[in-house]
């Protein structure tokens, strides 16, 4: 009978009224969900977040400030095992309920999604959890469910009560606490709904939206997902112990729509979408936007090196390469505003260096430069590689402007845009590349790992010096992590970023980007949030 | 005449299960990844769905898509695949899109023949301009220029834009074949003649020229029809419908081979639709057409 109805549409060639739009609030986003299963989500997990941030809450939360604050955890104690272990042990919210307003979240649902994670696509990044590289071992030499199951059984989470959860880690991790309030595989799983449902009947539940499911505990849940008309809607969670604060003459938003369009600008000048980026170097020279907005964000734009190769393998050329830039000039007139830096780790990073320690990073000095030159003279034409495609950093403007800048120390540039960027430099043919490096939390780890010796940084260091100046940092960055004193962590941080930027010059960084959007003014907490992801957690209509 | 057309009818229905027999052995023939290749290519999940709706390996696979559907299971990932149902609603909009299209492109073919038809300088430089014009713009330009009129505003608006940016190119192109058809005729003997009797102008043309021009009309709707399918890929991605171009275009990206199958012999069985109507037409208006078939 249904599909008579369906057919009955076909022959009648559109519905009644075709295709309407949503209702409610707006937003143009650059890709959609690729799933909206955070426990096991997708390694392109980028086009995942700004959904699942909206609709899901961790342990813990980040203040404006990228400070850790309690989430769903109300309070959390953190002690050494005699094993050499990290245990954690939080005590949970008791007024956080699921979307449909009368299930709590409890301990259990943690260790479901913990469970679930350690299997799941990016298992991998919950490895720090006791018992998930065995669970990984397992997997990568493909035994059987069973015994993978058990091994999952054994991880280090456990519901102690409803309320109370104990995470052990393998080693100290000072990290941790900001991983739970961001990277999503660590978010609770309505357990109560997923038990007893095969995994084709859990993908089902998470990512064929129906009924009310799946459950959120943020300000939002998922309506429904159109995958060929690319569009999300998300609805508001009436009972979310997570909605944001309204303030006078303000109200909550009812429905949100995440849409695609090949003309998010033309559509937000019309008044039709409340939100979308503006990328275009072109539009942000401009000055027509009034409305235009700046997210600073923890990131950083640097210049990488490829220390293998002559010239470059000597740290003094590096050295002169980094001093040679201005990096005021190299961004002058090509944003609105740009944070212009010589040091990896971003200033709005907690743990970062003081401003005494950034003085040792080599920064702008042409005397210096040219004097590090005449004696290390640089005598043939440098390959610099840069990413091809569209970006909110300006990479053309900016290698092109290295170019000059090098040229007047007497170092000739050739520039090399590819599309195969990645490929390129794992080639390591390349002489200096350009990258923008992006933090996953709000903790400097998630800067140092892209440089040990398993990152995909290229640049050949892990060979200096028989290896000697990459275990130094590895060592400072491991004895740091473990750290459990603030102050002595980021100076152990601090030592290691002089390690790699200031002793071996493997980078040069250039400034730390910012993110710019529209919104429109009857919008209010519609933003991106410091990593980069479209952060809707507190939208409100004024 | 009942039996040239089933005959016909057959004829062209035999080209939906080879066009499906094709498209499966196709997608079939893309080498799955080996297990250790599918860790840096593919999910498990989409390997699953690969081996498990294109019947891989079992006796008469190639049914397998089609049996998922009638039982209303869902092809290719649970993410990204779809039901029949789906699959119906979505086809059901592109397939209004097209319809009214073709009405369009008939209306932009009448008003081009006249055009052409017509005597004078502009005439004449509209109708060498204009198939120059259409013919050089891929339809997402003008889809495009009208988006940002239409994207998000509903009632039927976005699905007219996209029936008409679809049009342009295949009505153009009809009008070209008619009026170049239309002035051949009027120049034969036959015209003359029955002017020469006193028939009026307007008469011949209904009643003699008309009749033969429409073969040609016919011939070319086909290819017509094609390129107002290709078309909507581009205008519903544009104008943002969540229609079959759409749905066809995510399969393709996100890699659903059971779901291009399907959609792939879909098409062409819409095309083989159009065919045999035209078929016939053909029948009924065309003598020639009747007596060739005996």
């Known amino acids: ?542 | 005449m009942i039996r040239l057309a089933l005959s016909r009818a057959l004829r062209q229905l035999v080209l939906v299960p080879i066009v499906a027999l094709a498209s499966y052995y196709l997608m079939a023939a893309l080498p799955v990844p080996t297990e250790e290749e599918s860790k840096r290519q593919l999910s498990s999940e989409l390997v699953e769905s690969y081996r498990r709706d294109l019947g891989l390996g079992q006796p008469l696979g190639f049914l397998r898509p089609w049996e998922k559907l009638i039982k209303g299971e869902r092809l290719g990932t649970t993410a990204q695949g779809v039901t029949f149902e789906e699959m119906l609603v979505k086809l059901s909009g592109s397939a209004g899109i097209g319809l009214v299209g073709l009405a369009l492109a008939l209306a932009w073919a009448a008003a081009f023949a006249l055009l052409r038809a017509g005597q004078g300088r502009a005439s004449e430089a509209a109708g060498t301009g204009l198939p120059a014009l259409a013919f050089g713009t891929p339809a997402f330009i003008p889809a495009l220029l009208l988006a940002p009129a239409v994207v998000e505003r509903g009632h039927l608006l976005p699905e007219l834009a996209a029936a008409l940016v679809v049009s342009v190119w295949p009505g153009v192109l009809l009008g070209t074949l008619v009026a170049d058809a239309l002035r051949q005729e009027l120049e034969r003997d036959y015209v003359r003649t029955a002017a020469a009797k006193g028939l009026p102008r307007a008469r011949v043309v209904a009643r003699h020229v008309l009749p033969n021009v429409l073969p040609a009309l016919l011939d070319s709707l086909p290819p017509v029809a094609t390129t107002l399918l290709a078309g909507s890929f581009a205008a519903e991605r544009v104008l943002g419908l969540p229609y079959f171009g759409q749905l066809y275009v995510a399969a393709v990206l996100q890699k659903q081979v059971a779901v291009v199958v399907v959609a792939t012999t879909v098409f062409a069985a819409l095309l083989v639709v159009v065919t045999l109507g035209v078929e016939l037409a053909r029948l009924l208006v065309d003598p020639r057409a009747r007596e060739a078939g005996r």
């Open chain 1, 1 to 542: 009978m249904r599909r008579a109805a369906l057919l009955g549409s076909l022959l009648a060639a559109c519905g009644p009224c075709g295709f309407q739009p949503d209702p409610g609030v707006k937003v143009v986003v650059p890709a959609m969900p690729s799933t909206l299963d955070w426990s096991t989500s997708d390694p392109t997990s980028w086009v995942n977040y700004p959904v699942m941030l909206a609709t899901m809450k961790g342990l813990t939360q980040l203040s404006e400030r990228n400070e850790i604050q309690p989430g769903i955890a109300q309070r959390w104690e953190r002690e050494r095992t005699p094993e050499g272990h990290e245990r954690y042990v939080f005590h949970l919210r008791r007024d956080v309920k699921w979307s449909d307003g009368v299930t709590p979240v409890t301990a259990r649902d943690f260790v479901t999604g913990f469970r679930r994670a350690a299997v799941g696509k990016e298992r991998t990044e919950t490895s720090d959890l006791l018992g998930v590289e065995e669970v990984l071992r397992l997997l990568e030499r493909g035994a059987p469910r069973a015994e993978v199951d058990a091994a999952v059984e054994r991880i280090g989470a456990r519901a102690l009560d409803d309320w109370t959860l104990e995470v052990t880690l393998q080693h100290p991790r000072s990290y941790f606490l900001a991983r739970l309030a961001n990277v999503y595989l660590f978010f609770p799983a309505p357990s109560a709904f997923l038990a007893g449902k095969s995994e084709d009947e859990v993908r089902a539940y998470f990512d064929r939206p129906r009924g009310g499911h799946p459950l959120s505990v943020g300000p939002f849940r998922v309506e429904s997902w159109d995958r060929a008309g690319e569009r999300v809607r998300l609805v508001r969670n009436p009972g979310s112990a997570f909605a944001p604060k309204l303030g006078p003459g303000e109200r909550p938003v009812e429905v949100l729509t995440l849409l695609k369009s090949e003309v998010g600008p033309a559509l937000y000048d019309r008044g039709r979408v409340g939100f979308v980026f503006v990328d275009s170097p072109l539009a942000l020279r401009s000055g027509r936007f009034p409305d235009l907005q700046r997210r600073e964000l923890l990131s950083t734009y640097f210049l990488a090196f490829n220390t293998q190769r002559p010239p470059l393998d000597s740290p003094e050329v590096r050295r002169a390469i980094a001093m040679a830039l201005d990096r005021d000039a190299l961004l002058r007139g090509l944003l609105p505003a740009a944070r212009t830096t010589h040091v990896l780790l971003p200033p709005t990073m907690p743990l970062s260096a003081t401003a005494e320690e950034a003085k040792r990073l080599p920064d702008f000095d042409l005397a210096a430069a040219r004097e590090l030159l005449q004696k290390h003279p640089v005598t043939r034409t440098l390959r610099l590689v840069h990413t091809a495609r569209e970006s909110f950093v300006p990479e053309t403007a900016i290698a092109e402007r290295i170019r000059d800048q090098l040229a007047k120390v007497g170092i000739q540039v050739e520039i090399d845009a590819r599309a195969d960027f990645a490929s390129e430099i794992a080639r390591r043919t390349y002489d200096v590349y350009l990258k923008r490096l992006g933090a996953d939390y709000a903790h400097p780890n998630t800067f140092f790992t892209l440089f040990e010796r398993t990152g995909n940084h290229f640049t050949g260091w892990d060979q200096i010096g028989g290896g000697e100046p990459l275990q130094r940092f590895q060592a400072l960055r491991e004895r740091a992590d473990g750290e459990a004193d603030f102050e002595t962590a980021r100076r152990l941080y601090a030592q290691a970023q002089e390690v790699l930027v200031g002793e071996q010059v493997v980078i040069a960084p250039l400034y730390h980007p910012d993110r710019y959007f529209r919104a429109r003014p009857d919008l209010a907490g519609l933003s991106v949030d410091p990593f980069n992801f479209l952060s809707l957690g507190e939208v409100r209509l004024r």
